[in-house]
């Protein structure tokens, strides 16, 4: 059953950085996109950064210039680096397998990440930043 791992989140302060972690496990996810999502309290589930198969990262327009995206094949990670944070990247991260194209769609999240067959979302990990 395929499972996904989320850590690195905490307690910062604004302009400061975090390094967070999707560990996947029950596939190789070498082959497949990953994207990130947050979740604030009382708000929908949105979009933060996607990375194809390929390593190529596409990333929702706040975060632009703030977050890189990467991945460890060999690891079966993905690792999302944000800079710079501000108040409103506070909430619960997530990762999942999915499409790229739509990963900033409300509907796509809703319905179409965790891609089907590809498990259901993780726990998330919490990062806070304080102003």
């Known amino acids: 059953q395929p499972k996904y791992v989320e850590s690195g989140g905490g307690l910062v302060q604004t302009g400061e950085s975090l390094r967070l972690s999707c560990a996947v496990s029950g596939f190789r996810l070498s082959y497949y996109a990953v994207a990130w999502f947050r979740q604030a309290p009382g708000e929908e589930r949105e979009g933060v950064a996607c990375?194809?198969?390929?390593?190529?990262?596409s990333y929702a327009d706040s975060m632009k210039g703030r977050f890189t995206l990467s991945r460890d094949n060999a690891k079966n990670a993905v690792y999302l680096q944000m800079n710079d944070l501000k108040a409103e990247d506070t909430g619960v991260y997530y990762c999942?397998?999915?499409?790229?194209?739509?990963?900033?769609?409300?509907?796509?999240?809703?319905?179409?990440?965790?891609?089907?067959?590809?498990?259901?979302w993780g726990q998330g990990t919490q990062v806070t930043v304080s102003s």
């Open positions: 990375i194809t198969s390929t390593g190529i990262p």
């Open positions: 999942a397998v999915g499409d790229c194209k739509s990963f900033t769609e409300t509907f796509a999240i809703q319905s179409l990440f965790p891609a089907p067959g590809f498990g259901s």
